[in-house]
Structure formats: C-alpha cells, structure tokens
C-alpha cells in the first residue's frame, strides 16, 4: 500500500521535475533581469514596446492556453481508461495529442511571422536593452516550445502503438508536466513584455 | 578483463601518469619561482615551465582518456577492438610526438620554435593551453583520428549502449572542437572566441560527457546496478551539461569588447553549469547505496565517489564563484581563476582518470578482485594525501586572489602588481607546501602499486 503512495508522488519522474525547477529558476533570473532593467530605462522600454504586435502575442497565448487544455485532456483520457480497453484509450488520447500539436505549430508559425518582421525592421541583439531581453526571451521561449512539440510526438507516437496502460503512464504526464510548464513561462513572459507599461 | 584487447590499455594508463608526475613537478618548480623568482635562472624561465606544466595536463588527460576507451569499449560493446594493433601504433606516435613537443619546449627557445615549425605557413602558437608547435597539432589530429576510427569501428560492429554513444559523441566533439586551434583570427577579441571555443567547450562541454560515460561505467561495475537506472541519469547530466555549457561560453566574454548581451546569456547559462556537477554527486551516492554487489576493489568506488565531490566543488562552486559578470568584473585573471582552473582540472579529469586506472589497472595486471586489502590502505592514504593537498593549494589560491583583488581593485587606495604580489608571498609558501603533499600523495599512489599481494586472500 504505501509502495503505491509513494510511486505516485511526484508523479512523472523525478528527472523532469529538476529539469523543469532548473528551467523555471533559469527564466525566472531572465525575467527578474528584465524587470530591474526596465526600471531604470522606463522611457525607452515603454517606446520600444510599441514596435511589438500585441494582438499576436495574445493570439498565441490562446494558441498554448488551448493546446494545456487538449494536453490534460489526453492525460486524463489514458488515467480513466479500464483495463480491458487500453487500445481504444490510447487512441482517443492520441487524437488530443494531436490537437494540441497542431496548436503548438501554430504558436510557433505565428511567432516565425513576428521574428521575420523584427528582423525585416534590422532590429537586433544589440539595438537596446529592451530589443535584447525581448530576443532573449522570446527566443529561449521559441525553443522550448519547438522541444515540447518534439516531447509531444514521441508521447503520440507511443500512444499509436497502445503504449501507455493504467499502471505505467508515467511518460505522458512527464510530459505533459514539461508542456504545462512552456505555457506557464508565456503566460509570464506575455504580459511582462508585451503589455505592462 | 573479458577481451584480450582490452590490455592496450595498459601502456596509456601508464604513460598518462608518468606524464602526470611530470605534470606536478614543473608546478611545484613553478611554485618555488614564485616565492623566490631567480630560481633556476637562467635555465628555464616560468613561461617555459607554465607551457610544459599545462601541456603536460592537457596530454595527460588525452592518454588517459584513450586508455580508458580502449579499456571499456570492447565491455560495453561486446566485441574485442577492431584494431589493437593501431591502437598500439597510435600510442607510439603520440608518446614519440609527445616527447618531442616538450623537449622543444625545454631546449628551444619559443621564438626560434616557431620559426622551426612554419608557424609563418599557418600561424597557430602562443595561445595559452594550445601552444603546441603546428606538425605537433596535426599530430594530435591524426592520432585523434585513428583512435576515433577504432573505436567507432568496433561500437558499429558491437552492442550499443548509452555509455558508448556518449562517450563517442564526446570524444567527436573534442576532436571537433579542436578544429578551432587552427584558426587564429588578427582581430583580437575574435582570438578570444575561437581560443575559447576550444578550451571552454572542451572542458565544460564535450569532455563531461566522456567524464560522465566513464563513471557510469565504474559504478556499474563496482555496485551491479542494473543499466536502466545509470542510463536515464546519464541522458539527464548530459541533456544540462550541453545546453549550459554551449551557451555558457558566454562567461568568457565579459567586457573584452564583446557585445553586451553576453553579460546577460554568459551568467545565466554559466550559472546552470553547476547543475550537472551536483547530479553526478547524485548519481553517485546513489548507485553507491542501491548497490546488488560488494566489490572487492573498494578503492575503485571510493575514487568515483571522489571524483563527483571533488568535480562539483572545483568546476561547480569554484566556478560559480566567479561566473556572474559584476563579480567576474573583479575577479578576471586573478589567483582566484588559477584557484578554480586546479580543482575542476582535478577534480573532474585528473580523478576520473584515477578512477578508471584503480578499477582497471588490477584487472589487467591480472588481479580480477582488485588489489589486496594492504595495497588498498596505502592507496587509500594516497588518495586522502592528494585531495587534501589540492584543496588546500585551491584554498591558498583563493586567499591569495582575494588579497590581490582588494590590493589592487577595490575601493581607491591601489597598489600596483609587484607590491601586491609581494604582500601575498607567505600564501605562495603555502601553496608550494600543500604542492609538496599532493606530489607525495602522487608517489605514495605510485608505491601503492608495488605492494606486495599477500599470501592468502578470502
Ligand atoms: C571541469 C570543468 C572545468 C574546468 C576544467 C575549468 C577550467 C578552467 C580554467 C583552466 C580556467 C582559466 C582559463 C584561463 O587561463 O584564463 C577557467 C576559467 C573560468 N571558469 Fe572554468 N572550468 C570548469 C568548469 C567551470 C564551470 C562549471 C564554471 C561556472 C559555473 C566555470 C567558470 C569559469 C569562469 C567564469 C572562468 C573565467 C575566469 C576569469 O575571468 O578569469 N568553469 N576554467
Ligand atoms: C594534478 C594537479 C594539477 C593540475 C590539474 C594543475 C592545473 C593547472 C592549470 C589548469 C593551470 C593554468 C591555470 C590558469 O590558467 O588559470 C596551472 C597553472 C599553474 N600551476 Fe598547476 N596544476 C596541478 C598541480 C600543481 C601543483 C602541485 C603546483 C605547485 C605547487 C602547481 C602550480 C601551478 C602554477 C604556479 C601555475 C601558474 C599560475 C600562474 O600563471 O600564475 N600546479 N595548473
Ligand atoms: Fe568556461
């Protein structure tokens, strides 16, 4: 009995429970960087800011808020599955899967429109602190969420083969937790640089 | 040992610590020139003896790094190597290569060395760590070859395992990342980059993975744990080591005319570095308490243990200390910097290879359960005699760097170098007395191997 509390607690592996702590220590310095340079350069932060498109950026929130949500649902799919219908499980799940990958591309294509135009306006690292942090960010973010996608098809690609039963499941909530945690880090990183002024 | 092939091993494991006892006595020749600055003049000055002293390690670490992939590959992969013959050769061409380069080093003046060895073709010399004449460069170029060859060679033919494919995606990216030695730009900022996209990405990237493929590999063998459980521990270190590390290369490029972001990317990456340090800790302890089996050759464990410590306080917390831009704004190129370069250098490679020789070296010289219990007494002191010593050399280092940094760049009231250095020579003796005792910790090791196997044995 107490075996089974103990393997259900952290739940996913132990493995990406660092990784995700180091991730979120790592962006949180990124963010806490930001904010104190933002204090001594408001002006330029703020007429920086303009250049952003906001409507995008608020897109792609929907974009990832929506693909957490089919994540979830994929993962509670294969956690009410019963023991004799485990094909039919994994493949519903596979099917959210597939919806929440379909939405991460879509942030990603959508973000690819954003850099090309800020390239296109011959901005870069070194055009100001708010243009670095801004590339910083987006771009630590833009990669994280093209390695999520990567976490995801492997999960869906196990999924297409009945891989996950009732006892070990671990691998899709791992990852899962690593794609809640992408999100998460938008949602911070969002108003933090496209709209607080 | 499973594979008769195994046994070219031997001659690098040798040959590396030879190297490494010549390694220790140009330090501590050096470390008497520091207190006394005639010493040995005019016969060999301290930039000579520097060169000799880093390029020594650097080799060292080669050889021990090759004797410990010709030793553990043909385990992991299930097949006798694919040419002990060439691993043979190669190691003649590199110990003659070897021989050769510091001999030049002692007897030629550097100047008329280069003119010696066409540096004006293809200008490669005089960069710290990297200042091997160019046919000796090429030299290590086709001996990293020709080892890269036999060992791919017989992981294709073999069982493949996660320890050989990070060992071998390691060991490519040494010999990639080598590539950069060639090139040494005019614009002298551009020098730094590709300077330090060697050295750095050497250290604090392509080389932990070998570093974490070959003490994997001890700790299966000594503990008998099962391979899945090292394996996702493997992948974890790894995945951090290579995405801090990479960008990590940024804490070398503060305030040297670099664009600013660096500051940014350089500390916040570097400050991750720790990370893989600290799970090989982890890692370690770990394996070491789920052990299914008591090895015989405790020693062997002891040093991989060692090896994790002493790799997370030199690389990890010595390197920390000075990763962030405000801070490294002070402490650039001091004491504190040589401080930290002994103790990672030590204690992650330097061990590593310790680890491996005292697993391996009883099994080649045919003692499968280790050496005797008395043997491993003396090695034991050894191995307390050399830590100790480096870790109160890096303390002394550290002491001395911070002198140097409040004499000369904090506050107003500055002195120039000369004075400052004079205001730290106590802390040089220091520092050449603990040198004292990692060399006789060296020599105690030595001896360790001499013990006489006692009669009876359980
Ligand atoms: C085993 C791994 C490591 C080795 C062998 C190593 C070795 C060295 C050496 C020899 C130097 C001096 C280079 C020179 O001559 O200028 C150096 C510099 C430096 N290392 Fe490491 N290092 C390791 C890991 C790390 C880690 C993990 C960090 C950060 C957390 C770090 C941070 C630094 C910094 C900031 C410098 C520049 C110091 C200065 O500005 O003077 N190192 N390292
Ligand atoms: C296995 C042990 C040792 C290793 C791995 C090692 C490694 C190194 C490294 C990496 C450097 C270059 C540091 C830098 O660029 O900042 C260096 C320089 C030096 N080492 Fe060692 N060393 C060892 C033992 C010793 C010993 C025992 C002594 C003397 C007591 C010593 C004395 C020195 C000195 C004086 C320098 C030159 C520092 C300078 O330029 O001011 N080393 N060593
Ligand atoms: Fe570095």
Not at chain 1, 80 to 96: G, V
Not at chain 2, 422 to 429: H, K, L, Q, R, T
């Amino acid at each position: 009995m107490s075996k089974t509390i103990k393997e259900n607690y952290p739940v996913g592996d132990f493995a990406i429970w660092i990784i995700i702590y180091v991730e979120l220590v790592t962006f949180g310095l990124l963010f806490l960087g930001y904010a104190f340079s933002r204090r001594s350069n408001i002006e330029m932060f703020n007429h920086s800011q303009l250049m952003l498109e906001t409507t995008s950026g608020f897109i792609n929130t929907l974009l990832l808020v929506t693909s957490s949500y089919f994540v979830v649902k994929a993962v509670t799919t294969i956690q009410n599955m019963t023991d004799n219908r485990r094909e039919e499980f994994n493949k519903k799940a596979s099917k959210w899967l597939l919806l929440a990958m379909l939405f991460g591309a879509g942030f990603l294509v959508n973000k690819i429109f954003e850099f090309s135009y800020i390239f296109g306006e011959g901005i870069n690292l070194s055009t100001n602190k708010f243009f670095m942090f801004y590339l910083l960010l987006t771009g630590f973010h833009f990669m994280h969420v093209l390695l999520g996608s990567v976490i995801l098809f492997n999960i869906f690609q196990k999924t297409r083969v009945y891989g996950y039963t009732l006892e070990d499941h671990k691998g899709i909530i791992s990852g899962a937790a690593y794609w809640h945690m992408v999100d998460f880090l938008w949602i911070i990183l969002f108003p933090l640089v496209y709209i607080i002024r | 040992m499973k594979y008769t092939s195994q046994m070219v091993a031997k001659p690098y494991f040798i040959f590396a610590l030879i190297l490494l006892a010549g390694e220790i006595l140009f330090g501590l020749l050096m470390g008497i020139q520091y207190i006394w600055g005639d010493f040995l003049f005019p016969l060999i000055p301290f930039n000579v003896l520097r060169m000799v002293h880093t390029n020594l390690l650097i080799v060292l670490l080669l050889f021990g790094f090759m004797g410990a992939t010709y030793y553990l590959v043909p385990e992991e992969t299930e097949s006798e190597l694919w040419s002990p013959k060439l691993a043979i050769i190669t190691f003649w061409i590199f110990v003659v290569a070897g021989v050769l380069t510091i001999l030049g080093y002692l007897f030629v003046p550097y100047a008329t060395l280069t003119e010696l060895t066409f540096n004006n073709l293809l200008p490669t010399m005089g960069r710290e760590f990297l200042e091997q004449p160019l046919p000796t460069k090429v030299g290590i170029v086709l001996v990293v070859l020709s080892y890269l060859l036999n060992v791919s060679m017989t992981v294709l033919k073999g069982r493949k395992t996660v320890i050989t494919t990070v060992l071998l995606t390691g060991l490519l990216g040494l010999a990639v990342f080598f590539l950069f030695a060639f090139y040494v730009p005019d614009n002298l900022i551009m020098d730094k980059f590709f300077w330090w996209f060697t050295v750095h990405l050497w250290v604090e990237a392509t080389w932990e993975l070998i570093l974490g493929a070959i003490l994997a590999f001890v700790l299966i063998k000594v503990t008998g744990v099962d391979r899945e459980h090292i394996d996702k521990w493997l992948y974890l270190i790894i995945a951090m080591t290579m995405v801090s590390g990479i960008l990590g290369t940024g804490h070398h490029f503060f305030y040297m005319g670099a664009p600013e972001y660096w500051l940014w990317i350089g500390s916040i990456s570097s400050a991750v570095e720790p990370m893989p340090f600290l799970l090989m800790i982890l890692f370690a302890f770990t394996m070491s308490r789920d052990r299914k089996i008591k090895h015989d050759n405790e020693m062997a464990l002891t040093w991989a243990k060692g090896t994790a410590v002493m790799g997370f306080l030199g690389a990890g917390v010595w390197g920390f200390f000075h990763t962030l831009a405000p801070v490294n704004m002070y402490t650039h190129g001091t004491q504190l910097t040589a401080a930290h370069g002994h103790l990672s250098f030590y204690g992650a490679y330097i061990m590593i290879i310790f680890t491996v020789i005292s697993y391996a070296m009883p099994i080649l010289r045919g003692r499968p359960h280790g050496n005797s219990a008395k043997a491993q007494k003396v090695e034991l002191a050894s191995f307390w005699m050399m830590n100790s010593g480096m870790l109160g050399l890096t303390l002394a280092l550290s002491a001395a760097g911070l002198v140097q940094i409040f004499d000369q760049r904090v506050g107003t009231n500055l002195i120039g170098f000369m004075e400052s250095q004079e205001s730290i020579n106590g802390i040089y003796m220091v520092r050449a007395g603990f040198g004292l005792l990692v060399f006789a910790g060296l020599l105690t090791y030595f001896y360790s191997f001499f013990v006489k196997e006692e009669a009876q044995q359980a």
